[in-house]
């Protein structure tokens, strides 16, 4: 059955309501995510290889590995650094990575949401499953503003890594384990993107119930001819 058509522009400014993304006339549900499910989720999301996130992503790992590894060769190679030393080095980044950066992680993203205007934040996680998270209960978030809240981490990690690693030259080692690992753990974020891109089209917004433990998404129906417009 076709979806219903709706004659005003993408473009609207308007931020809708709960109430108004569940009305079916002007909006359908992409997903109803539970937390549990993000892992799967996320599986599913990275098995589709021709998305274009997907693949920068998977592409920015593979370049930064390289990259780390060449470095790394040539250092040892022409001993600036012994080979002890720089993978102690790495797996004390690796060892941040896997402690102290998740609070912070999750803090720029709550940093993120209260820019984006949201009245409170909060986080949890499954340590079992190893996923954490921030989030503002109920509080309805539009494409532009979710794509800086899920980036917000990754960009701001990975610019003191890499300042860390040419302003501090005795802790470049440790600098690149972060920023390896780090880079590697922003799986989820950059799989919503890629969720995003499997949805061009109609504007998406989101929002988390908190007590349910579920993300909801939702993308606007609109007309042929504010397609054309956008296009």
């Known amino acids: 059955m076709p979806l219903p058509k709706l004659t005003h522009s993408m473009e609207s400014p308007v931020k809708p309501s709960i109430a108004t993304l569940e009305d079916a006339n002007r909006y359908r549900q992409l997903a109803k995510l539970p937390y549990t499910d ?8 990275f098995q589709q290889r021709t998305n274009r996130v997907v693949r920068s992503y998977l592409a920015l790992n593979v370049v930064l590995l390289i990259g780390l590894t060449a470095i790394g060769a040539y250092q040892i190679g022409f001993q600036y650094v ?3 030393t ?3 080095h790495l797996f004390v980044g690796f060892g941040i990575t896997f402690t ?6 999750e803090a720029i993203h709550g940093i993120a949401y209260k820019l984006a205007g949201a009245p409170r934040v909060s986080y949890g996680g499954n340590w079992r499953k190893f996923y954490f998270y921030a989030v503002a209960d109920r509080f309805v978030i539009g494409g532009k503003a979710f794509h800086s809240v899920a980036l917000a981490p ?3 990690i ?7 690693a040419v302003l501090l030259p005795s802790w470049q080692w440790v600098a690149s384990g972060v ?4 880079t590697g753990a922003c799986a989820g974020d950059f799989g919503m993107l890629a969720f995003y891109q499997q949805h061009r089209g109609g504007r998406i917004f989101t929002f988390d119930d908190v007590a349910a433990q579920t993300a909801y ?3 606007e129906i609109y007309s042929p001819t504010a397609q054309e417009h956008i296009n």
């Open 38 to 45: 993000m892992i799967p989720f996320m599986q599913s999301i």
């Open 82 to 84: 012994t080979f002890s």
């Open 86 to 88: 720089l993978f102690t």
């Open 100 to 105: 102290l950066l998740i609070p912070v992680h």
């Open 154 to 156: 990754f960009l701001v």
């Open 158 to 164: 990975s610019v003191a890594c890499v300042m860390g």
């Open 179 to 182: 920023l390896l690992l780090h």
């Open 217 to 219: 998404f939702y993308q």
